[in-house]
Protein backbone atom coordinates (compact mmCIF):
# COMPACT_ATOMS: atom_id res chain seq x y z
CA UNK A 1 0.00 0.00 0.00
CA UNK A 2 0.87 3.45 -0.55
CA UNK A 3 1.29 4.51 3.54
CA UNK A 4 3.85 1.80 3.44
CA UNK A 5 5.86 2.64 0.88
CA UNK A 6 6.06 5.88 2.22
CA UNK A 7 7.23 5.07 5.79
CA UNK A 8 9.86 2.59 4.29
CA UNK A 9 11.04 5.31 1.99
CA UNK A 10 10.90 7.52 4.84
CA UNK A 11 12.78 5.06 7.07
CA UNK A 12 15.24 4.21 4.52
CA UNK A 13 16.27 8.00 4.02
CA UNK A 14 16.63 8.49 8.42
CA UNK A 15 13.84 10.61 8.40
CA UNK A 16 11.15 11.30 11.39
CA UNK A 17 7.91 12.31 10.57
CA UNK A 18 8.33 15.05 11.88
CA UNK A 19 11.04 15.98 9.62
CA UNK A 20 9.35 14.65 6.71
CA UNK A 21 6.53 17.12 7.31
CA UNK A 22 8.86 19.80 8.43
CA UNK A 23 10.30 19.73 4.36
CA UNK A 24 7.30 18.54 2.40
CA UNK A 25 5.45 21.47 4.13
CA UNK A 26 2.63 18.73 5.31
CA UNK A 27 1.31 18.34 8.76
CA UNK A 28 2.48 15.40 10.59
CA UNK A 29 -1.13 13.91 11.66
CA UNK A 30 -1.37 14.19 8.02
CA UNK A 31 1.61 12.06 6.98
CA UNK A 32 0.80 9.39 9.71
CA UNK A 33 -2.75 9.00 8.67
CA UNK A 34 -1.10 8.41 5.18
CA UNK A 35 1.16 5.54 6.59
CA UNK A 36 -1.29 4.04 8.57
CA UNK A 37 -3.42 3.90 5.20
CA UNK A 38 -5.95 6.14 7.07
CA UNK A 39 -5.73 8.95 4.27
CA UNK A 40 -5.97 6.41 1.11
CA UNK A 41 -5.69 9.11 -1.78
CA UNK A 42 -3.56 12.36 -1.57
CA UNK A 43 -3.76 14.50 -4.36
CA UNK A 44 -0.62 14.33 -6.83
CA UNK A 45 0.52 17.81 -5.23
CA UNK A 46 0.78 16.18 -2.04
CA UNK A 47 2.65 12.95 -3.72
CA UNK A 48 4.97 15.63 -5.35
CA UNK A 49 5.46 17.25 -2.24
CA UNK A 50 6.58 13.57 -0.36
CA UNK A 51 8.03 12.57 -3.56
CA UNK A 52 10.55 15.11 -3.41
CA UNK A 53 11.51 15.18 0.24
CA UNK A 54 11.71 11.29 -0.32
CA UNK A 55 14.38 11.31 -3.40
CA UNK A 56 11.86 9.10 -5.27
CA UNK A 57 9.22 9.26 -8.31
CA UNK A 58 5.70 9.34 -7.86
CA UNK A 59 5.59 6.59 -10.23
CA UNK A 60 7.64 4.88 -7.44
CA UNK A 61 5.50 5.62 -4.73
CA UNK A 62 1.99 4.55 -6.33
CA UNK A 63 2.85 1.05 -8.56
CA UNK A 64 1.99 -1.92 -6.60
CA UNK A 65 5.06 -4.06 -5.11
CA UNK A 66 3.18 -6.36 -3.07
CA UNK A 67 3.15 -10.17 -4.47
CA UNK A 68 5.61 -11.62 -1.41
CA UNK A 69 7.99 -11.20 0.01
CA UNK A 70 10.54 -9.74 -2.56
CA UNK A 71 8.23 -9.94 -5.42
CA UNK A 72 7.70 -6.96 -7.75
CA UNK A 73 4.19 -6.67 -9.68
CA UNK A 74 5.18 -6.44 -13.29
CA UNK A 75 5.91 -2.43 -14.02
CA UNK A 76 4.36 -0.89 -16.74
CA UNK A 77 5.65 -0.55 -19.28
CA UNK A 78 7.71 2.53 -20.91
CA UNK A 79 4.95 3.74 -22.90
CA UNK A 80 2.03 3.65 -19.81
CA UNK A 81 4.75 5.24 -17.55
CA UNK A 82 5.37 8.15 -20.46
CA UNK A 83 1.83 8.24 -20.55
CA UNK A 84 0.64 8.90 -16.34
CA UNK A 85 3.52 10.83 -16.09
CA UNK A 86 2.96 13.02 -19.05
CA UNK A 87 -1.16 13.43 -17.49
CA UNK A 88 0.46 14.16 -13.95
CA UNK A 89 2.69 17.24 -15.79
CA UNK A 90 -0.37 18.57 -17.68
CA UNK A 91 -2.35 18.86 -14.54
CA UNK A 92 -4.85 15.99 -14.85
CA UNK A 93 -6.53 15.46 -11.72
CA UNK A 94 -7.81 12.40 -10.00
CA UNK A 95 -11.35 13.53 -10.36
CA UNK A 96 -10.84 14.23 -14.01
CA UNK A 97 -9.20 10.57 -14.44
CA UNK A 98 -12.32 8.77 -13.15
CA UNK A 99 -14.70 11.00 -14.87
CA UNK A 100 -12.57 9.78 -18.09
CA UNK A 101 -12.55 6.28 -17.10
CA UNK A 102 -16.30 6.01 -16.65
CA UNK A 103 -16.89 7.41 -20.23
CA UNK A 104 -14.34 4.29 -21.21
CA UNK A 105 -16.90 2.06 -19.30
CA UNK A 106 -19.68 3.73 -20.71
CA UNK A 107 -18.51 3.07 -24.05
CA UNK A 108 -17.99 -0.04 -24.11
CA UNK A 109 -21.08 -0.44 -22.32
CA UNK A 110 -22.94 1.16 -25.47
CA UNK A 111 -20.19 -0.88 -27.85
CA UNK A 112 -22.18 -4.51 -26.22
CA UNK A 113 -25.10 -3.51 -26.52
CA UNK A 114 -24.73 -2.69 -30.50
CA UNK A 115 -23.53 -5.84 -30.95
Keep these: MLGEKIKRY ?3 KGLSLSELSRRANLSKSYISDMERDIKKNPSIDVLKKIAAVLDVSIEELIMET ?3 KGKQAD ?3 EAWRKLVTE ?3 SGLSKEQFKEFSEY ?3 TKGREKQDE
Design 104 to 106: IKY
Design 10 to 12: RRK
Design 75 to 77: PLD
Design 66 to 68: SLG
Design 87 to 89: AIA
